[in-house]
């Protein structure tokens, strides 16, 4: 999954709650017209046809899930995969997956 600028993210959530980019805009203190520029690039860098396709494909791919990125344990593991990165990759994430899996044996165990 390419990687998005805060500004990017910022479009993708706006557009996901369903707002104007001239709402968009006022909120980031751009023009409508840069948020245009910005949904057609973000639509681009997501393989998606328009901004809404663009919020559907982020949806499926954990990018816009609502909650924060997270390094360092079983969650953070996870958002790696659902974003299509390679979790080993991430050696906080890696470590603390290794941690849950070791604490699900001991609990399994007894």
């Given at each position: 999954?390419?990687?998005l600028?805060?500004t990017?993210?910022?479009?993708?959530?706006?557009?996901?709650?369903?707002?104007?980019?001239?709402?968009?805009?006022?909120?980031l203190?751009?023009?409508?017209?840069?948020?245009?520029?910005?949904?057609?690039?973000?639509?681009?860098?997501?393989?998606?046809?328009?901004?809404?396709?663009?919020?559907?494909?982020?949806?499926?791919?954990?990018?816009?899930?609502?909650?924060?990125?997270?390094?360092?344990?079983?969650?953070?593991?996870?958002?790696?995969?659902?974003?299509?990165?390679?979790?080993?990759?991430?050696?906080?994430?890696?470590?603390?997956?290794r941690?849950?899996?070791?604490?699900?044996?001991?609990?399994?165990?007894?």
């Open positions: 999954m390419p990687e600028t805060d990017e993210h910022a479009v993708l959530r706006g557009a996901a709650r369903g707002d104007t980019y001239a709402v968009i805009a006022a909120r203190g751009l023009h409508d017209k840069s948020v245009n520029k910005i949904a057609f690039r973000l639509a681009r860098k997501l393989g998606a046809r328009n901004i809404t396709n663009a919020v559907l494909l982020a949806c499926q791919a954990g990018i816009l899930d609502g909650r924060p990125r997270r390094h360092g344990d079983h969650a953070g593991y996870e958002a790696h995969r659902k974003r299509g990165e390679d979790p080993k990759l991430c050696e906080p994430c890696r470590l603390g997956e941690a849950h899996r070791q604490a699900m044996k001991t609990r399994t165990r007894t």
